[in-house]
């Protein structure tokens, strides 16, 4: 199976910093890569998929790029209402296995 | 307005069976494909299942594999996860999430919407 390495595990970062979070996959998979929101006891929100493509509704301030093992999440610009865990998700289609990285906690600092 | 809500979890015994429901409302049910993710407590996320939208596609965690059986009643807009031969190890909150397909009917595999989840527990 397709190993995801997501870092750092936690983050504290002051309001209007650039804050950059990385994904890095066993394998090529291509841009089958999807990054999600959880803030505490809720359900995690789709922000990126594919790598690179904003969901519909998502503040532009989210952003994702890379391809093939190594991908890079970014908000430019980090917001009191974006404190929350962040994943990364890949997918290989030939069967589908579907891995989520280890998550990113960012905080306020 | 999407709407994916769960029930059917709670408290059971090693080995025990449970059955979880995912309602849906607010979308055409019978053309997306329909997943089953799950986070135990104080961990991360983990996928489980998925059905393409006419259930010709099913696939499994090797984790699940044998022991859980995903389904789905378009007619009643409706996902079904039975879980069999239930361990400790499968405790957490599942979650029910919608996939959009391609026009080729093949999953994209991103989850675009989510339910609240239901905590399904195991222990004696």
């Known amino acids: 199976d397709i190993q995801m390495t997501q870092s750092p595990s936690s983050l504290s970062a002051s309001v209007g910093d650039r804050v950059t979070i990385t994904c890095q996959a066993s394998?090529?998979?291509?841009?089958?890569l999807n990054w999600y929101q959880q803030k505490p006891g809720k359900a995690p929100k789709l922000l990126i998929y594919?790598?690179?493509n904003l969901e519909t509704g998502v503040p532009s301030r989210f952003s994702g790029s890379g391809s093939g093992t190594d991908f890079t999440f970014t908000i430019s610009s980090l917001q009191p209402e974006d404190i929350a865990t962040y994943y990364c998700q890949q997918y290989d289609n030939l069967p589908p296995r579907l891995t989520f990285g280890g998550g990113t906690k960012v905080e306020i600092k | 307005e999407v709407q994916l809500v769960e029930s059917g979890g709670g408290l059971v015994k090693p080995g025990g069976s449970l059955r979880l429901s995912c309602a849906a409302s607010g979308f055409t049910f019978s053309s997306y494909s329909m997943n089953w993710v799950r986070q135990a407590p104080g961990k991360g996320l983990e996928w489980v299942s998925s059905i393409s939208s006419s259930s010709s596609y099913i696939y499994y965690a090797d984790s699940v594999k044998g022991r859980f059986t995903i389904s789905r009643d378009n007619a009643k807009n409706s996902l079904y996860l039975q879980m069999n031969s239930l361990r400790a190890e499968d405790t957490a909150v599942y979650y029910c999430?919608?996939?959009?397909?391609?026009?080729?009917?093949?999953?994209?595999?991103?989850?675009?919407?989510w339910g609240q989840g239901t905590l399904v527990t195991v222990s004696s």
């Open positions: 394998q090529d998979i291509s841009n089958y």
């Open positions: 999430a919608r996939s959009p397909e391609l026009p080729s009917g093949t999953p994209r595999y991103s989850f675009d919407y």
């Open positions: 594919d790598a690179s």
